[in-house]
């Protein structure tokens, strides 16, 4: 199981990125996949997540409305577009997956549920 993040850069604040999360030797149906970030002296945090038995992605009320997670099956690769960003989204970005399907929504925020973490890829928001 390999998970490959990548996209983040620098962007001004009101500017938009998007990241991907490759996953290879799993298929996304069959698990639960998340992102997170975290900041410099900050514990990590919950972004958002999807399960692979349900179509309702889920967001935490920091980016609810701006930022959009999304999947395609075909590729195997999950993306976060995030819009209207702010300085306080500056972080590193992870993708986790954990390999269950119906993961109890109320653990989906918890990274200790997480078998598999990519290498983190760095948003800066500044002007």
């Known amino acids: 199981v390999q998970l490959q993040a990548s996209g983040g850069g620098l962007v001004q604040p009101g500017g938009s990125l998007g990241l991907s999360c490759a996953a290879s030797g799993f298929t996304l149906d069959y698990s639960t996949i998340s992102w997170f970030r975290q900041a410099p002296g900050k514990e990590r945090e919950w972004v958002s997540g999807r399960r692979g038995s349900g179509g309702t992605t889920y967001y935490a009320t920091s980016v609810k409305g701006r930022f959009t997670m999304s999947r395609d099956n075909a590729k195997s690769t999950v993306y976060l577009q995030m819009n209207s960003l702010k300085p306080e989204d500056t972080a590193v970005y992870y993708c986790?997956?954990?390999?269950?399907?119906?993961?109890?929504?109320?653990?989906?925020?918890?990274?200790?549920?997480?078998?598999?973490w990519g290498h983190g890829t760095q948003v800066t928001v500044s002007s």
């Open positions: 986790a997956a954990a390999m269950e399907r119906h993961m109890i929504l109320s653990r989906l925020w918890d990274g200790t549920q997480y078998s598999y």
